[in-house]
């Protein structure tokens, strides 16, 4: 699996967007980008995955570099529940069976009020 | 909304002790996870579990860990004899129906195991 590089931390003012970049700059062209958070020890949850195209959902917005070398998981309006650690995951799915996910450290998004 | 549900939320163990970890993944999901967190570090995958066989396993995942479904509803994680580095949050997780690819992955809230 490609290797993702994500800011250690961030902060983001409550109310605005908070736009998490990721470099997966070894990315091959079978590997999807996944983005999971954890908010303070809980189990990490399930936020968007995208390949290719910019993908939307109710949580965030995902948005892949034409190249994929880079992405930016956007939280378009960040809430004091928005504070986590997230993690930005490059993984191969063959479009059958299970896959592991394998968590770096994330970027640690702090929401200031 | 349905959830994975795990217990107990803490285990505190004596080293050599055998433990089991208990979860309930979602009803219609057909692939079940454990990963684990050490104190301040990163998640890890265990194990990943299909059709009643382990499909994945971690260098982690050593003869003292098994895996069992033994029923429909729930999947246990046994340590056969714990050791202190045993110590951490456990994560079950489940993913994917009979019409979804397992894109996501959902994560049980953990079992704090604390080996003394």
């Known amino acids: 699996d490609a290797k993702t590089t994500q800011p250690t931390s961030m902060d983001c003012a409550e109310g605005r967007a908070a736009n998490l970049p990721c470099n997966h700059s070894?990315?091959?062209?079978?590997?999807?980008v996944y983005w999971y958070r954890q908010i303070h020890s809980q189990g990490p949850q399930y936020i968007i995955h995208?390949?290719?195209n910019n993908e939307t959902n109710e949580m965030a917005s995902l948005i892949i570099t034409e190249d994929r070398k880079s992405s930016t998981l956007i939280l378009p309006h960040a809430t004091l529940r928005d504070t986590a650690v997230y993690y930005c995951?490059?993984?191969?799915?063959?479009?059958?069976?299970?896959?592991?996910?394998?968590f770096g450290k994330g970027t640690k998004l702090s929401v200031i009020p | 909304e349905p959830e994975v549900t795990q217990t107990p939320s803490h285990q505190v163990t004596q080293m050599g002790q055998e433990v089991i970890l208990r979860c309930v993944p979602i009803?219609?999901?057909?692939?079940f996870y454990w990963y684990r967190q050490i104190l301040g570090q990163k998640v890890e995958f265990l194990v990943s579990?299909?059709?009643?066989?382990?499909?994945?396993k971690s260098e982690i995942f050593d003869d003292q860990f098994s895996v069992e479904r033994p029923d429909g509803s729930n999947f246990t994680l046994k340590i056969r004899s714990t050791k202190l580095e045993d110590s951490a949050m456990y994560f079950c997780?489940?993913?994917?129906?009979?019409?979804?690819?397992?894109?996501?992955?959902?994560f049980g809230p953990g079992t704090r195991l604390t080996v003394t």
């Open positions: 997780a489940s993913s994917a129906t009979r019409t979804s690819a397992p894109y996501e992955q959902y």
């Open positions: 070894t990315i091959s062209g079978n590997e999807y």
């Open positions: 995208g390949l290719k």
């Open positions: 995951i490059v993984r191969y799915y063959s479009g059958a069976g299970s896959y592991q996910l394998t």
């Open positions: 009803s219609n999901h057909l692939y």
């Open positions: 579990f299909y059709n009643n066989e382990i499909s994945e």
